[in-house]
């Protein structure tokens, strides 16, 4: 299938190393943040979230960390995996049901 | 268990058509979501349905854009007159009961307008 973005940024890290993925959200009423992880050709795919009453969540070689301050959300994978390599979105849900989404990031996993 | 499916994958059209995207959502999700994602972009809402009833239809961008969910289940997104800046990928999402839970998305429907 067609690449999901073809302007994204990117980040580059070697299999085993941990990756860090940032991204600023719009909204300070905001209380509902989720990281989707999308591959070429497929439709995006929860992988944690988090909400606002709380800094830092951890899944299984997922951290997500909020700053409300700044408005900054991160996701930290550990150990990365050739799987893991794919764009990876923060989203933010207000006082609606509907998502906003960031922008997007690619995962590049090198050997 | 089936998750979303999307119906079709593809679809091209000629600027001027009428199209129809379909999305059949995991069976007893009550609310249903389309999102429209442009190359590089990531997904933008378009409207959002609870049962029957469209409940935030403020991301259509225009009077183009329609969507139905007669029996709660099914939904059809319709787009009059394409125009070639149509052109995306249409994703549909559904959730048990909306209020924030957990939207699975399916794979989209790639639209084209030539």
């Known amino acids: 299938g067609e690449s999901v973005g073809l302007h994204l940024p990117t980040l580059s890290v070697q299999e085993g190393d941990n990756s860090i993925i940032n991204c600023a959200y719009s909204n300070s009423a905001s209380d509902y943040f989720i990281w989707y992880k999308q591959e070429s050709g497929k439709g995006p795919q929860f992988i944690i979230d988090i909400r606002s009453n709380m800094d830092k969540r951890q899944g299984q070689r997922v951290t997500v960390l909020l700053n409300k301050t700044v408005k900054h959300l991160s996701l930290q994978i550990a150990a990365t995996q050739p799987g893991d390599s794919a764009v990876y979105f923060c989203?933010?849900?207000?006082?609606?049901?509907?998502?906003?989404f960031g922008t997007g990031t690619r995962l590049q996993v090198f050997p | 268990g089936a998750g979303v499916s999307q119906t079709p994958s593809n679809k091209v059209t000629e600027k001027g058509k009428y199209v129809e995207l379909r999305c059949d959502p995991i069976?007893?999700?009550?609310?249903l979501y389309w999102y429209r994602q442009s190359l590089g972009q990531g997904p933008e809402f378009l409207i959002y349905f609870q049962g029957t009833g469209a409940a935030d239809d403020s991301g259509l961008p225009n009077d183009r854009f329609f969507a139905v969910r007669p029996e709660g289940s099914v939904s059809t997104l319709k787009i009059q007159r394409t125009e070639r800046g149509d052109s995306a990928v249409y994703l549909c999402?559904?959730?048990?009961?909306?209020?924030?839970?957990?939207?699975?998305f399916g794979p989209g429907t790639r639209l084209t307008v030539l």
């Open positions: 999402a559904s959730s048990l009961t909306g209020g924030g839970g957990e939207q699975f």
């Open positions: 069976s007893g999700h009550t609310a």
């Open positions: 989203a933010e849900k207000g006082n609606t049901d509907k998502l906003i």
